[in-house]
């Protein structure tokens, strides 16, 4: 079954530093992986997509993700972490079928603190 | 542009009741999608409508239900409500056919109470 995985349910960091998330995902087919972002009482933001091609995909809010077919994996990098990027993030990946499914992974909470 | 609009933002309802939500996607945008956000399954898809016709649909049983009008307006239906359907329903609209391989824009959701 395909399906995504989010190492890590809470991540903490300080301001500046390195944010890393993890998502490893499970496909068959050359996937469609995404990024999304979810601030307190808000809805879900989407910060960058892979879908073919450049496999260093450039976000928003100084986000990126690296694809890695060879590691099925699609983690998440922002060199500097500010306050403003505390939310929960989510990794997600399109399965193709009869129906056709955005299927999230669990999501991680971001903190940063000063 | 306006955003996703969801309505209503809360509901409290009791067992075995129906209800309706509502989504109005944005100006143009013809796909919408609709999730279920719990703290013990996640985000889970529900459907995708495309002009008015439902294009994809989640695991959900037949109690789930959905439609799409002309102005891409949309609505979902859970009749015989259950204690497990409490959460957070998300309303997500696309400007492209097949939403789901496209980025969505999420309404802020309904959150919905069931005692």
């Known amino acids: 079954a395909q399906s995504v995985t989010q190492l890590g349910s809470h991540v903490s960091v300080s301001e500046g530093a390195l944010v890393l998330l993890r998502c490893n995902y499970s496909s068959s087919v050359p996937p469609y992986l995404f990024w999304y972002v979810q601030y307190p009482n808000q809805g879900l933001q989407l910060l960058l997509k892979?879908?073919?091609?450049?496999?260093l995909v450039k976000g928003i809010n100084g986000f990126e993700a690296e694809f890695k077919k060879s590691e099925t994996s699609f983690h998440l990098t922002k060199p500097s972490a500010h306050m403003s990027d505390a939310a929960e993030y989510f990794c997600a990946v399109v399965i193709s079928g009869g129906y056709n499914k955005l299927i999230f992974g669990a999501g991680t909470r971001l903190a940063v603190h000063p | 542009k306006a955003g996703v609009t969801q309505t209503p933002r809360y509901l409290i309802k009791t067992r075995g009741q129906q209800v309706t939500l509502s989504c109005s996607p944005i100006?143009?945008?013809?796909?919408v999608s609709w999730y279920q956000q719990t703290p013990g399954q996640g985000l889970q898809f529900l459907f995708e409508y495309f002009s008015e016709t439902q294009r994809n649909k989640g695991n959900f049983p037949g109690r789930f239900s959905g439609r799409q009008f002309s102005n891409s307006r949309s609505e979902m239906n859970v009749s015989t409500l259950e204690l497990g359907d409490s959460a957070l329903y998300l309303c997500a609209s696309s400007p492209a056919p097949t939403g789901t391989y496209n980025e969505q824009f999420f309404g802020p959701g309904t959150r919905l109470t069931v005692l």
């Open positions: 892979y879908t073919t091609g450049a496999t």
């Open positions: 100006s143009g945008h013809r796909s």
